[in-house]
């Protein structure tokens, strides 16, 4: 018989989190058990108020769960189904299935990659995120952190620093950049004019998510004129990946917490090849847990953003190391 529970953590990172839509020192996130006897495992869910998520709304929906669950589950596909006809959270079904998942794992002695048939992969390169900052302060953040240990960054920017900010990066460093605006910019045309302005256009290895996700129109203008790439993120969340995407971006970075599992997350992945984009993987700010996670499904993935724990003072768990900007199940040393 499986029990499930639910608990909340509080994670304290090591410098303020500034992006274009909100600002935080401290994250809360949640870990869900499923207990079958003396065997249990553990999912986490990383809830964002950008898709409407709440620390009140995880613990609402989770009960809701949680009392319509059956005792037990003939599988991971019967599970999936089940948390398909609930209406809840993405985050909160990624922290159950893979919860499920990881039990699966345990008890069967396979490994998560084999489950969900995708390639084993040990270790990836990751980005690491410089958040919004005033401009003075980006030298000292960039040399606290030892930032020239990776070989890609990501810089934070909105609509009013986006130009400065990314000037200030590429003259304190001499590694490729992904510019990522979550949303900020206003048209098609103000975003083409800050691509102009780039001083060093081969140094920009992508623009993220430079528009709102309901700009629709004006995403295809970009594309139509834009020589850089365009990665999607806030316009990928739990749905199919079809000839939308291709139409306006050149990749998609799929998250599980936004995907709502392993499965669906696999499954996207798989249609953006298909349809010839590139893809990522990306986190939100997670413990070593949700990016261990990622890091299972990683086999074939062409770029990765998977710095989540590396933001958190003291994570919890301890499943990935870092060296040289490279991240590992901390097992493999």
């Excluded at 270790?123 to 995120?129: A, L, R």
Aim: aromatic letters at 10%.
């Amino acid at each position: 018989m499986f029990s499930w529970s639910i608990k909340e953590i509080e994670l304290p990172l090591k410098f303020t989190w500034n992006i274009s839509r909100n600002s935080s020192d401290i994250k809360r996130n949640f870990i869900v058990e499923v207990r079958n006897g003396s065997l249990k495992a553990h999912g986490e869910v990383a809830f964002n108020v950008r898709y409407g998520e709440s620390r009140d709304l995880i613990l609402e929906k989770f009960e809701e769960f949680k009392a319509a669950a059956p005792q037990e589950f003939t599988g991971v596909e019967s599970l999936v189904a089940f948390l398909e006809s609930l209406d809840l959270p993405q985050s909160l079904k990624f922290g159950i299935e893979s919860s499920f998942v990881h039990y699966i794992s345990i008890l069967s002695g396979k490994s998560v990659a084999l489950l969900m048939g995708t390639n084993v992969v040990s270790s990836v390169k990751t980005s690491f995120s410089i958040p919004i900052m005033e401009v003075g302060r980006v030298e000292a953040f960039i040399n606290d952190n030892n930032l020239k240990r990776f070989s890609v960054l990501k810089v934070k920017v909105n609509r009013e620093n986006a130009h400065d900010f990314c000037q200030e990066v590429l003259r304190l460093t001499n590694v490729p950049l992904r510019v990522d605006a979550n949303e900020s910019f206003e048209s098609a045309a103000e975003t083409l004019k800050f691509l102009e302005n780039f001083s060093n256009i081969s140094r920009l290895e992508f623009l993220e998510q430079p528009l709102h996700s309901s700009f629709h129109d004006e995403a295809l203008e970009l594309k139509k004129h834009s020589k850089v790439f365009l990665m999607a993120d806030e316009s990928v969340t739990k749905e199919e990946i079809n000839e939308y995407y291709p139409e306006r971006f050149h990749g998609i970075n799929v998250k599980m917490m936004k995907a709502g599992g392993y499965m669906k997350a696999v499954k996207q992945l798989r249609q953006a090849k298909i349809l010839g984009l590139k893809t990522m993987l990306g986190c939100m700010i997670e413990t070593s847990l949700g990016i261990s996670s990622a890091l299972n499904i990683s086999g074939g993935v062409d770029f990765f953003d998977l710095d989540g724990c590396l933001l958190i003072k003291e994570d919890p768990y301890k499943l990935i190391s870092e060296e040289n900007g490279k991240i590992f199940y901390s097992y493999i040393q």
